[in-house]
């Protein structure tokens, strides 16, 4: 998968051109985080009639726009439960049902959605106990806000920090929250040089990391695996095949999210 924006073509391939999109899955619980243009794939291989909780983590295009495409929220026989923070003073529910209408978009979700959807606000610091599991949430560095994930079941753990900028105060607290987590999703949509103006034009201030922030931070929290998320749409395959060589001379448990990638805990 890439950020930002779609990316299909031959040169993206392997990891994927879609948009943000990921399920974490224990005991009988489903969740799905954001819902870039991936969760249409999601959708298209669904198991049947499903209850699985959906959590946004902001409403940036690129994690929000795969939801009208996804065929299981025309079918009356699932149910979704939708969280994510209130922003700009527009819930959750506001910005679901704002980007289905005219002149965006040709139907409303309310017009066109069959299954069972309701929707909770899900803030930094709350906790949502989910049959054995939990999942928690902070505040990211990112333009607008994003929160950062964790979910935790029986002594497993993931942390999703896509879309968050290294270098404030929140580095520490994301340090704490991802302590001895077995996986971190990170948003590395640069390298260092790009990110610094060395390559290109400076991205400081843009709300996205670094692969070497990324490697500090797992490092520092003592996580197991780093999968480097959020690849930069124009950065290719075989750029990013090369960027990993590097990246695993630095970190060897450190792997590339690509479409369609399943990691047991
Ligand atoms: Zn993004
Ligand atoms: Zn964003």
Not at 188 to 199: C, Q, V
Request: aromatic share 10%; with cysteine; proline share 6%.
């Amino acid at each position: 998968m890439r950020g930002s924006i779609p990316s299909p073509g031959p040169a993206t391939a392997k990891y994927g051109g879609n948009t943000p999109c990921l399920e974490v899955a224990f005991a009988d619980e489903r969740i799905i985080f954001d819902l870039g243009t991936g969760v249409r794939e999601l959708g298209a291989e669904w198991p049947g009639p499903s209850d699985v909780h959906v959590f946004v983590s902001h409403y940036h295009y690129d994690h929000l726009q795969g939801l009208p495409f996804f065929g299981p929220i025309f079918d009356p026989r699932n149910r979704f439960h939708f969280r994510g923070p209130t922003r700009n003073n527009r819930t959750l529910k506001d910005v679901v049902s704002g980007q289905m209408q005219q002149p965006f978009f040709p139907v409303t979700a309310e017009m066109v959605f069959r299954a069972q959807v309701d929707y909770q606000p899900f803030s930094a610091g709350d906790r949502l106990r989910l049959g054995e599991g939990v999942v928690s949430a902070i505040e990211a560095h990112h333009p607008g806000g994003n929160l950062t994930y964790r979910v935790d079941y029986r002594g497993a753990s993931v942390v999703y920090a896509t879309d968050t900028e290294h270098g404030t105060e929140r580095d520490a607290q994301l340090v704490e929250f991802s302590r001895g987590a077995d996986l971190l999703i990170y948003d590395a949509m640069y390298t260092e040089d790009e990110y610094m103006g060395r390559i290109g034009s400076p991205k400081i201030g843009w709300g996205h990391s670094t692969w070497e922030a990324g490697v500090r931070l797992a490092n520092e929290a003592q996580v197991g695996t780093l999968a480097l998320f959020h690849h930069d749409p124009t950065r290719t395959d075989e750029q990013l095949d090369e960027l990993m060589r590097t990246v695993k001379r630095h970190r060897k448990a450190t792997i590339a999210a690509r479409e369609g990638l399943t990691v047991r805990l």
